[in-house]
């Protein structure tokens, strides 16, 4: 399985990107994924999360309510649609993938590589 992460860019404060992690190798009717940050410095951070069985979504509190996770098996695609960016959602975002769970992410067996998005005036 290879997860292929895209869609980072430059972006100011307020504004808004969406990215995207195709999946390959497997489909996604097998595939929990979920989003990861790491910021210089810091501790690599959990955002989200979309199950497999069900597709129920869940988020890091200091992404709720402005990111959201979504899940395109036809084009075995997840995306990460984020508004209202913040400087300290400055990272490098990587997708995950967890083929053991079927409800939630826990166990990750697959990393794509990560796409680096930059919040900044």
């Known amino acids: 399985v290879q997860l292929q992460a895209s869609g980072g860019g430059l972006v100011q404060p307020g504004g808004s990107l969406r990215l995207s992690c195709a999946a390959s190798?497997?489909?996604?009717?097998?595939?929990?994924i979920a989003w990861f940050r790491q910021a210089p410095g810091k501790e690599r951070e959990w955002v989200s999360c979309?199950?497999?069985?069900?597709?129920?979504?869940s988020y890091a509190d200091s992404v709720k309510d402005r990111f959201t996770i979504s899940r395109d098996n036809g084009k075995n695609t997840v995306y990460l649609q984020m508004k209202n960016l913040k400087p300290e959602d400055t990272a490098t975002y990587f997708c995950?993938?967890?083929?053991?769970?079927?409800?939630?992410?826990?166990?990750?067996?697959?990393w794509g590589q990560g796409t680096q998005v930059t919040v900044s005036s």
């Open positions: 979309t199950s497999k069985r069900d597709s129920r979504t």
């Open positions: 995950a993938a967890d083929s053991f769970s079927n409800y939630g992410c826990y166990e990750y067996d697959y």
């Open positions: 190798g497997l489909t996604l009717d097998y595939l929990s």
